[in-house]
C-alpha cells in the first residue's frame, strides 16, 4: 500500500532531559519519512529545550499540564495523521508506517503496545505489570490519531492530566471512531524508579482522577487497580516472576492507597 499523508509527531515534555535524546532520534529513523517533530515544553528548567533543538526547529512553550500541550501541538500540527509521544517512550523504526496503513485502511485510531523497561527493581517489578495489559483496552489507550476525527470530539480534555487518554478513547468510541492495534512496539523507559517517588506521582495524579471519574463512571470500575482481570489472564506470566510480582503487588498497593487520598482530597475541595 502506497501512502504519501504528512504525519505531526507531538512530544510534550517537562525537564525530559534523561531519555528525550534518543526518543527523538527514534522517530528521526523512522521507516516512514513524511513526518514533522513538534516538542511542546512547559518551561523545563533542565537540557530539555537542547536537547530537542538538535532534532527540530519546531519549539514551543506552553501549559500547564501535558493536555493543554498535546492540544496545542495538534492545532499547529500539519499532518493528516497525528502521533502523540511521550518524552521517555521510543518507538521502534516500523510504527509511524504500520499506523498509517491502518488509518488508511479505515480507522481512525491506533493503540501501540508498550515494552517498558528500567535499570532497577522497582522499574522491573512495574515492567512485569505492564506487560499484563497487552492486547487489554481498558488499560490501553490510543497514541496515533486521523487529525480530523481526533479534533471531532474536542481532543484531550484540559481539566484533566491523570486518565486524559482514557477519557478522550471513551469519548471516540462513543462516537462510533474505530480503534485497532498495531505490531511494533514502543520501548517505554522507566529509569532508575524510586519507591517513593512513584507514590508521590500517584497522589499527584489522584487529585486530578476524580475529574475523569465524574464523567466515566462507568468505565471507571474496569479500570480499579487491584480488580483488574489482566492480572488473573496472566497468571502464569506471574508465578514465572515471583519476586517481581511480589514487588509489583507492593508498590500497587502503595500507588493505590495515595490515588484514593488525591481523591479524597479532589472530593474535599470541590
Request: glycine share 6%.
Amino acid at each position: 500500500m502506497e501512502i504519501n499523508v504528512f504525519v505531526s509527531v507531538v512530544i510534550p515534555t517537562k525537564n525530559s532531559s534523561e531519555h528525550l535524546d534518543k526518543v527523538l532520534l527514534s522517530v528521526r529513523n523512522q521507516t516512514y519519512r513524511n513526518i514533522e517533530i513538534i516538542v511542546v515544553d512547559n518551561d523545563s528548567v533542565d537540557d530539555t529545550r537542547e536537547i530537542a533543538a538538535k532534532h527540530t526547529d519546531k519549539i514551543y512553550t506552553q501549559g500547564s499540564e501535558r493536555s493543554s500541550q498535546k492540544n496545542f501541538g495538534a492545532k499547529i500540527a500539519k499532518g493528516e495523521y497525528i502521533f502523540f509521544l511521550d518524552s521517555d517512550a521510543e518507538p521502534s523504526e516500523e510504527v509511524v508506517w504500520e499506523c498509517a496503513k491502518l488509518i488508511q485502511k479505515g480507522y481512525d485510531m491506533v493503540i501501540i503496545p508498550e515494552k517498558h523497561l528500567g535499570s532497577n527493581f522497582w522499574a522491573r517489578a512495574k515492567a512485569l505489570e505492564r506487560e499484563c495489559f497487552l492486547n487489554d483496552d481498558t488499560i490501553e489507550a490510543p497514541w496515533f490519531f486521523k487529525r480530523d476525527s481526533f479534533f471531532s470530539v474536542g481532543g484531550y480534555d484540559e481539566e484533566m492530566f491523570a486518565g486524559e487518554d482514557w477519557d478522550l478513547f471513551e469519548r471516540m468510541k462513543e462516537k462510533g471512531y474505530q480503534f485497532t492495534r498495531n505490531q511494533s512496539f514502543i520501548r517505554h523507559h522507566l529509569g532508575h524508579l524510586k519507591f517513593w517517588k512513584a507514590i508521590r506521582k500517584k497522589y499527584y495524579y489522584g487529585k486530578n482522577l476524580g475529574v475523569f471519574i465524574e464523567k466515566n463512571k462507568k468505565s471507571f470500575s474496569r479500570r480499579i487497580p487491584f480488580l483488574r482481570p489482566a492480572y488473573i489472564r496472566n497468571w502464569r506470566l506471574l508465578i514465572r516472576h515471583p519476586f517481581l510480582t511480589i514487588g509489583f503487588l507492593l508498590l500497587k498497593a502503595a500507588e493505590s492507597f495515595f490515588i484514593l487520598l488525591g481523591i479524597i482530597k479532589y472530593k474535599l475541595q470541590k
